[in-house]
C-alpha cells in the first residue's frame, strides 16, 4: 500500500512561510515529571511569543489524549505511540512555520530521541523541565499523585513506572523554587541566541 503513495511538494514552503512569519519554525519539546510545569510554562511561553506576533501552537499532553490519543492508555506501548503520533503531527506544524511547543511527561528516552530524529538538525529543542518528584508530588495540582500512591493509577510516572531525564538537553529549566515569568525569559533568550526570533528592541 505504501508503495503508491508519493509526497507532494507544495509551492509554498516551509522557508517562505518563515519570510512571511518573520521568525524561524521550530519545536520545543517540554519533557518532565508531573507536576514540574510542563504546561504552565509551555503556555506561558506561547503567551509571550504570541504578544511579539509570532505563530505557535500548544500540544497540551492532556488536551490530546481528548482527540488524536483518545484510544490510548498509559501501558509502556500506548506512551510509544503517544509520542509518535504527537512528533508526527508537530513536524506538520513545524513545516507550516509554527513554532510548536509540546508539554508531554514523554518518559523515555528511546522515543523522545526517535522524535527527533524526525527533523533536521536544530528544529527540535528539548526542554527539560527539572524539578524533583517531592517537589512535584506536593503541587499533586490534579491529585495524580496520591492516586497512584493509594494503587489507583497504574504505570504513573515517577512512582510505579519510570522517568528517564534527558542526557543532553537543550533547555534545562529547574522550576522548584523560580518563577514563571523568569523561567519564560530565559527560554526566550535562548531562542533569541539561537536566531529563532528576534532580539526585542527596548
Not at 511538494?9 to 512571511?20: G, P
Not at 488536551?63 to 513536524?91: P, Q, W, Y
Request: net charge neutral.
Amino acid at each position: 500500500m505504501q508503495n503508491n503513495i508519493v509526497w507532494h511538494q507544495a509551492t509554498v514552503t516551509r522557508e517562505r512561510r518563515e519570510q512571511m512569519n518573520k521568525h524561524r519554525a521550530k519545536l520545543l519539546w517540554f519533557t518532565g515529571l508531573s507536576g514540574s510545569g510542563k504546561s504552565t510554562l509551555a503556555h506561558a511561553l506561547e503567551e509571550e511569543l504570541y504578544q511579539r506576533g509570532c505563530r505557535t501552537y500548544v500540544f497540551d499532553g492532556d488536551n490530546v489524549r481528548h482527540g488524536l490519543c483518545g484510544d490510548l492508555g498509559f501501558s509502556d506501548a500506548d506512551r510509544t505511540e503517544n509520542i509518535r503520533r504527537i512528533a508526527e503531527m508537530a513536524k506538520l506544524f513545524v513545516d507550516a512555520g509554527v513554532i510548536s511547543l509540546t508539554a508531554f511527561i514523554s518518559p523515555f528516552r528511546e522515543d523522545r530521541d526517535r522524535a527527533r530524529g524526525l527533523f533536521p538538525h536544530g528544529d527540535f529543542i528539548e526542554v527539560f523541565v527539572d524539578c524533583p518528584l517531592e517537589v512535584c508530588e506536593s503541587r499533586d495540582v490534579k491529585g495524580l499523585y496520591k492516586k497512584a500512591r493509594a494503587g489507583e493509577i497504574k504505570d504513573f510516572t515517577g512512582i510505579s513506572s519510570p522517568y528517564e531525564p534527558p542526557s543532553k538537553p537543550e533547555i534545562t529549566i529547574k522550576t522548584a523554587d523560580r518563577e514563571v515569568a523568569d523561567c519564560v525569559n530565559e527560554i526566550i533568550s535562548s531562542l533569541e541566541l539561537r536566531g529563532v526570533i528576534a532580539n526585542r528592541v527596548v
